[in-house]
């Protein structure tokens, strides 16, 4: 069985090449090592709504194959994506705490999560 579930961020735009779209993600597995780059192609349908809603640095999982090419005395590894779920935009970069403390004053009632 060939089978292939990720979770990633976009590492580019998609790109749009005739009946197909191709991008990359990048994975990882841990916070101390490096991330693992994976080209993705999609074709009809699945590449239509890549094209137009998919974004660099979105978070989306895929399902899909790997397809081995060869070209040139190389191998080329790309996964055939075959289901796509968008999980989330770009991460937003954190806002800076105001500086001094916060009080209960400062605080409006309907804040309060009781």
């Given amino acids: 069985m060939n ?10 735009d998609p790109e749009r090449k005739e009946k197909l779209t191709t991008f990359s993600i990048a994975t990882s597995n841990g916070k101390d090592k490096p991330a693992d780059w994976h080209n993705c192609v999609c074709f009809d349908r699945t590449a239509q709504i890549v094209n137009e809603f998919v974004k660099k640095g ?8 790997i397809s081995y ?13 075959n289901e796509l779920e968008m999980l989330g935009g770009k991460p937003q970069p954190q806002q800076q705490a105001p500086s001094g403390s916060l009080t209960v004053a ?9």
Avoid: A, C, W
């Fill in 58 to 65: 979105d978070m989306i999982s895929i399902i899909g194959k």
């Fill in 3 to 12: 089978r292939v579930f990720l979770i990633g961020r976009v590492g580019q």
């Fill in 106 to 114: 400062d605080v409006e009632k309907d804040d309060l999560p009781f």
């Fill in 69 to 81: 090419n060869k070209k040139d005395d190389k191998t080329y590894t790309s996964i055939i994506v």
